[in-house]
Every structure is written in C-alpha cells, then in structure tokens.
Nanobody, 124 residues
Framework: QVQLVESGGGLVQAGGSLRLSCADSGRTFSSYAMYWVRQAPGKEREFVAAISYSGARSYYADSLKGRFTISRDNAKNTVYLQMNSLKPEDTAVYYC?????????????????WGQGTQVTVSS
C-alpha cells in the first residue's frame, strides 16, 4: 500500500524559496513515477513536474521551468520539489502523486496515489 505524506509548505515572501518533500511509506517507491500537482483557490489542479522511476528523466510545466526542480531519493523513499524565486501566483496547495506509469501528458487527476497536500503561500 502506498501512502504519500507531503511536508515543507508554509508562508514565504515573494522571491524566496521552499523545498517540499513527499515521503512514501510503501516498499516499492522506485517502481513509481512521481508527480507534483498544485491547486490554487478557485482553480483546477495544475501539473507542476514529473520524475521517472530512477530520476533520470524529469518534466516540468512550461511556466515553471528554471524556477522549480523535482528530484528523488529512492533510498529514502522521498521526492522533493525545490521552488525558487517564488511568486504570489505560486500560492496553492501542492500535492505529490505517484503512478506506475511515467507520463508527461494526460489528465493530472488520473494518477494512482495522492498525498493530502501541503499549503504554500507566497506573500507580495
């Protein structure tokens, strides 16, 4: 059974940085591609980033390239999202998700497992 728990959210000023973590309590973490998705108030869920099973491949939403970095540590069953140069429009609940397929297209709602989300608030 896969259980994902996010941490690292909080309040940060514009221009600041945060690193989100997502720990997987399952035993087969390296068998899953990992994703970060965010949802701002009143908006639909938005794809942020994806990383393949070993971490060799990653993919980002075009609007976030250069500011956000996804990484994973399979020895720690953890995926990370480093967020730099944060903007008020990055304010959202950030979710990690996992799926046994590595996909860079398709609806974000179809990932197999989801965490509970962590709030990121960027003040201007």
């Amino acid at each position: 059974q896969v259980q994902l728990v996010e941490s690292g959210g909080g309040l940060v000023q514009a221009g600041g940085s945060l690193r989100l973590s997502c720990a997987d309590s399952g035993r087969t973490f390296s068998s899953y591609a990992m994703y970060w998705v965010r949802q701002a108030p009143g908006k639909e869920r938005e794809f942020v980033a994806a990383i393949s099973y070993s971490g060799a491949r990653s993919y980002y939403a075009d609007s976030l390239k250069g500011r956000f970095t996804i990484s994973r540590d399979n020895a720690k069953n953890t995926v990370y999202l480093q967020m730099n140069s944060l903007k008020p429009e990055d304010t959202a609940v950030y979710y990690c998700a996992s799926d046994n397929r590595y996909r860079t297209t398709g609806p974000v709602g179809e990932y197999e497992y989801w965490g509970q989300g962590t709030q990121v608030t960027v003040s201007s």
